[in-house]
């Protein structure tokens, strides 16, 4: 059976009519199992019917808000009510994409809490600054919302949780924004994978090596420009003088706000490496690197690897700045390894390289399969009106945030750490086990963390 579709001979549920019927107080049930959706169908032509209209709001309105939007607004049910940003020049660009589209312009706000008040708005989409993905999404399904985040899932593993806790009490669709997912092409590649025709698969790597990351040069703290609320940009980060260094596209090189490499590109790539592979925790972690490339303004490794050690095979990932052409001659992939062979994918397509000794497979190559957002975000439109879960609910989601965050925490305390899934511990180092945790400068607050 379909999810997308209704079972014939069943009343016709809309989902302004179910959202009109469901209510908070049937929060505590959690959300049934995930379900595969191996490819999305197109939007359909025509002017949606008022009830099927899903009326969404944005919050953070920076590149990749108004990429997300754009390809939003590209299926025809959906309407931009209100746009968020802190940034009124953000503001003004996210109101153009909808302009751009023949859309009418939506209207303004700089506090996220005022979009997720309204009434209009059925969905949100999250993509602030990592330090903002987990209030903006627990609150939204607080308030019945459903909610689109950007990638990685938060800055915490304990985040991660919260956020998950939230939409399984409160019975939202989440989905995480790291589109691959949703991508014909490596789907299909971990299916061969996971059919067993590569053998048996020991190793597994993801790799970025990127020359295209800007250099920071060291600039004096001063004050915000004009136009930008900078407290409620900080929001639960520490309190810190405004340094452009700091802001906007660069906050990911500062742990206040984000993780760097490892969780900026890691959380894409260790979601495909992991597609291909049984859903489990790791069982330890190692990870080294520095900054050995670029100034040294940044926080996080510009250059870094880490070493995952999981039941049955091991994850190892690496990035670097400063060059582009990475292992096997691509900037950036992934290669299951396995007794008969590798297969190497990247957004190019993938191939599968065979081992010499053995005479089971023949060489593939597979071209790739274009840009998989459309894909992805149709999906998690579908699952608004079915009430399915998406490709990347926050379960998957969670997982994979997590494995990225413990490369990081192994790195940032030095030791190899243990990894204690069932409590989301790491019992082996304190001084590691902190950095599960978030803390919120006052007066924020974080619904259903553990540990803050």
Same mark, same amino acid.
């Given at each position: ?138 609150? =939204?399904?607080? =308030? ?44 299909? =590649? ?263």
């Amino acid at each position: 059976m379909n999810p997308n579709n209704q079972s014939r001979g069943a009343p016709r549920v809309t989902r302004r009519s179910f959202l009109q019927k469901s209510t908070l107080a049937a929060a505590v049930v959690p959300v049934a199992g995930s379900v595969m959706f191996p490819f999305v169908r197109r939007a359909r032509a025509g002017e949606p019917p008022p009830s099927e209209k899903i009326r969404v709001g944005l919050i953070g309105s920076g590149g990749m808000g108004r990429g997300n939007l754009a390809t939003f607004l590209g299926n025809p049910e959906v309407e931009c009510v209100v746009i968020c940003d802190v940034d009124e020049g953000m503001l003004a660009r996210g109101v153009e994409v909808c302009t751009s589209k023949g859309r009418k312009a939506p209207e303004t706000v700089k506090d996220f809490r005022r979009v997720l008040d309204r009434a209009d708005v059925d969905a949100v989409i999250v993509a602030t600054p990592d330090h903002w993905h987990a209030l903006p999404t627990v609150l =939204a399904c607080q =308030a019945g919302k459903d909610v689109y985040v950007e990638k990685p899932l938060a800055t915490t593993i304990d985040e991660g949780r919260a956020m998950l806790t939230a939409a399984q009490r409160h019975r939202r669709v989440v989905q995480m924004g790291s589109q691959w997912k949703s991508c014909r092409h490596i789907i299909e =590649a971990a299916e061969f994978v996971k059919s067993g025709k590569l053998g048996k698969v020991s190793l597994v790597r993801a790799w970025a090596w990127l020359d295209w990351l800007p250099t920071l040069k060291r600039e004096p703290d001063g004050e915000p420009p004009a136009g930008v609320d900078y407290d409620l940009w900080l929001g639960p980060a520490p309190k810190r003088p405004f340094n452009p260094n700091r802001f906007h596209f660069n906050f990911r090189w500062f742990w206040d706000y984000a993780g760097g490499l490892m969780t900026d590109w890691g959380v894409h790539l260790i979601n495909m490496a992991l597609m291909g592979m049984d859903r489990v925790p790791p069982k330890t972690v190692c990870s080294s690197g520095g900054t050995f490339v670029l100034d040294p303004v940044q926080e996080t490794p510009d250059s870094q690897t880490a070493v995952y050690e999981f039941p049955d095979f091991m994850l190892i990932w690496e990035h670097k700045s400063g060059l582009g052409v990475g292992l096997n001659g691509r900037p950036w992939g992934v290669s299951w390894s396995g007794t008969e062979g590798t297969i190497v994918l990247n957004d190019s397509g993938w191939e599968l390289l065979i081992e010499k000794r053995k005479a089971s497979l023949e060489p593939e190559k597979h071209p790739g399969s274009g840009d998989p957002r459309p894909a992805h975000i149709r999906n998690f439109l579908d699952c608004v009106k079915t009430r399915q879960q998406p490709v990347l609910n926050l379960e998957l989601a969670h997982h994979v945030s997590t494995v990225a965050h413990l490369g990081n925490i192994a790195f940032r305390s030095g030791q190899k750490i243990v990894w204690d899934a069932a409590n989301e511990r790491v019992p082996n180092s304190p001084e590691a086990d902190k950095l599960v945790g978030a803390t919120y400068r006052e007066p924020w607050k974080l619904p259903y963390a553990r540990r803050t």
